[in-house]
């Protein structure tokens, strides 16, 4: 079983929904009136949050359960959890200026980066030796 | 096997699937040329739906399918079957008005929050447990 | 196991993030700031891109997927192989002029579209035959 990899994704979608529950409040407090989704930099950076986290989630998700299957499920999991931190400093930085953005968003995708070249390692490893 | 989960996974990738259907047509409607994506309230509802539908979608597939692996195929279905109920409901007040769009976004929301709990509660079991 | 599938995962994830890359480019070339997503049609072309293959991600993956187990491995690969050259073409063809975009377009969505159609009617075969 791969119960730290399933406990990691859990947690991540805990984190991305936190970005979305922000943009509902930065709507409100911006006066930002449905469909739309610009009009105040604060909003439109609250909104950006959201979305990149967004963009990562199907390069994360996947390529951390190839990880976990094919490697291991305690180090996919670890991996995943530095994700989730340099989402959260991504999430905090952006959210205070644009300029701030860009550790969390190093952070995460070096995460996100080196599971799927594990996951492409491994996998490359294994249709050779099949 | 997870047959249930799996024709629910199929069945609330057409309901997304047909939001974006609905933007195509609303693009020729409305006379919104690619790649702009607002100049008209109309269009702009439509082309929400998809994003909003697309934003859960993350969130809703892997809740649905660890709850299914931790605690029962059926009941994930079920469900999953009431997310897509809330994402018609959604798709179809958000269509006549921003205003209308509460009532579908509270039940699949509803539908997808239980989802993970019940994977997060059922994956610290058993890492507690194991 | 199901190494074919896994290997295009990944290569789907490659050609999603050469999509996200070319918009971090295009933000320099046209000088559009974060969190601005428009201002320039060179731009939003690019940014329309990384979208549109993020908006197929949750199509393609599961179905992809889906096809793997209930059908065949090597299958649902080629098809997968075949979404990937209509992303690109779709990328080249769009990043080019808006009117370029129907083949690429054409072709991933008839692939992603067979995988879902693969899926389902097994899914529903091992219903009925349960």
Redesign the interface.
Same mark, same amino acid.
């Given at each position: 079983?791969f119960?730290?990899t399933?406990?990691v994704?859990?947690l991540s979608?805990?984190c991305?929904?936190y970005t &979305?529950i922000l943009v509902s409040r930065a709507r409100t407090a911006f006066g930002i009136?449905?469909?739309? $989704? &610009?009009g105040n930099?604060d909003f439109?950076?609250a909104?950006?949050v959201?979305m990149n986290t967004?963009?990562w989630?199907?390069?994360f998700?996947? &390529?951390l359960w190839?990880f976990a299957?094919?490697i291991n499920d305690a180090l996919a999991a670890a991996l995943g959890v530095v994700w989730i931190v340099g989402r959260v400093l991504y999430m905090t930085g952006?959210s205070q200026a644009?300029a701030k953005?860009g550790l969390g968003f190093g952070i995460q995708a070096g995460a996100a980066i080196l599971l799927?070249l594990g996951?492409?390692g491994a $996998?490359?490893w294994?249709?050779i030796h099949?």
């Amino acid at each position: 079983m791969f119960h730290f990899t399933a406990l990691v994704t859990c947690l991540s979608i805990l984190c991305y929904l936190y970005t &979305s529950i922000l943009v509902s409040r930065a709507r409100t407090a911006f006066g930002i009136k449905a469909p739309a $989704v &610009s009009g105040n930099p604060d909003f439109e950076r609250a909104f950006r949050v959201q979305m990149n986290t967004l963009e990562w989630m199907p390069i994360f998700l996947p &390529s951390l359960w190839l990880f976990a299957f094919y490697i291991n499920d305690a180090l996919a999991a670890a991996l995943g959890v530095v994700w989730i931190v340099g989402r959260v400093l991504y999430m905090t930085g952006y959210s205070q200026a644009a300029a701030k953005r860009g550790l969390g968003f190093g952070i995460q995708a070096g995460a996100a980066i080196l599971l799927w070249l594990g996951a492409l390692g491994a $996998v490359i490893w294994h249709l050779i030796h099949a």
